[in-house]
């Protein structure tokens, strides 16, 4: 059996996010990114958590932040600046007219791999990766992002979103 790959399991992937958000809480992430040894406390605190488990800093977890940085990075720029577009916290889904996303897709690519899939860790990605790649600001929350589309293909389009009310944030 090879030892480099692993089907990650949505336990794997919630407890892998939720230590990330613990780390940075803790202080573990700086401007450019998290500390160095973070891997190595990521796999410690797993293996602890997940009893049994093989995964390992090298190439599992690495592997596997390195596809949320990818897919977070084309929702944000997909979401940022392309008014027609929101994205619905309950479902997990883009929402858009076809028209929108043809102009999407036109200026980025790399936008063809989100449309239908279900994006449901993108909240816990906002708080682990913490920054817009695109413009290097601190990430907007997705309520506020709702709130603030304003759609040039359709006005009607953010119903599903807008007006959304925050959640207060949790006290520890």
Sequence with gaps: ??????????????????????????????????KPGYLLKLESEMLKKILGTDLRANPHITSRITIWKKFHGSLQTTLNGNSGIGFNPTTGLLEYH????????????NATNIRYKSWPLYDDWNEAFGTDRANDRAVEDVVDAANGIRNECDPDLGEHVVNLTPTPPMKP
């Design 1 to 34: 059996m090879d030892k480099t790959r692993h089907a990650w399991t949505p336990v794997e992937e919630g407890v892998l996010v939720e230590l990330m958000k613990e780390l940075v809480t803790k202080g573990w992430k700086t401007e450019n990114g998290f």
């Design 98 to 109: 076809d028209e929108c996303w043809a102009r999407i897709v036109k200026a980025n690519p």
